[in-house]
């Protein structure tokens, strides 16, 4: 089944102390990326990646950490959580568009989400 | 810079009724993407429809069709027959081909809830 997995679910952390979530995909996606959802504020991009080692900053980098080592995987790193960073994550992979075929914009297929409380 | 407007925090609206999403948007790209995502309330996201830029007919995905007037950038989603199960929170988003690094911007949301 093609699809974007994400884990842990669930995350409870204390403030400082370093975590990762996971996300991987199995449909040789080039681009992928990271989200955080707050109230009121929608979806905003964390990071996201073109392809394997080309990373770059979303709309809130501050605090996180990516890396693109293998075309599947893209592991967001919390360095230093804050309690700030509580929020729900996702992990989203998509073709890129133009290269798979131009003029049709995909869409992405989203994880299942990451909820982190940092206390 | 691309911008998702979505001004509708809450609809409510019974069960068998259709209803209305409104989403506005701005792009200077002349190609890109307009879609619909679901967030029940388990969170996960799930694609409900999808308009490209140069599609010459509305969008349809059984009971969802999409009512994309160009000219007014707007991109409302219809749902017809509606059901209980369709509360949930709605999120309009857009992807440009050729500008904003390919970025899937998003709206802040419509919450639905549906009534018996």
């Known amino acids: 089944e093609a699809q974007v997995t994400q884990n842990p679910r669930y995350l409870i952390t204390v403030t400082g102390k370093k975590l990762t979530v996971t996300c991987s995909q199995n449909m040789n996606h080039e681009y992928m990326s990271w989200y955080r959802q707050d109230p009121g504020l929608g979806l905003r991009q964390i990071y996201y990646?073109?392809?394997?080692?080309?990373?770059d900053k979303g709309d809130v980098p501050e605090g996180y950490k990516v890396s693109r080592k293998e075309k599947r995987n893209f592991p967001l790193i919390l360095e230093s959580p804050s309690p700030n960073q509580t929020s729900l994550y996702f992990c989203?992979?998509?073709?890129?568009?133009?290269?798979?075929?131009?003029?049709?914009?995909?869409?992405?297929?989203f994880g299942s989400g990451t909820r982190l409380t940092v206390v | 810079a691309q911008k998702i407007t979505q001004t509708q925090p809450g609809m409510f609206v019974q069960e068998k009724e259709a209803v209305t999403l409104d989403c506005t948007y701005d792009?200077?790209?002349?190609?890109?993407?307009l879609f619909w995502y679901k967030q029940p309330s388990s969170g996960e996201m799930i694609f409900l429809i999808y308009q490209g830029s140069y599609d010459q007919q509305n969008a349809t995905e059984g009971r969802y069709s999409l009512n994309f007037q160009k000219a007014r950038k707007s991109a409302n989603l219809v749902i017809s027959a509606s059901q209980l199960g369709d509360s949930a929170m709605y999120f309009c988003a857009m992807r440009e081909e050729n500008t904003g690094f390919q970025k899937l911007v998003f709206g802040t949301g419509t919450r639905l809830l549906v009534s018996p």
């Open positions: 792009t200077s790209d002349p190609s890109y993407g």
């Open positions: 989203a992979s998509s073709l890129a568009t133009q290269v798979a075929n131009p003029g049709r914009v995909y869409g992405y297929t």
């Open positions: 990646s073109m392809n394997v080692e080309v990373t």
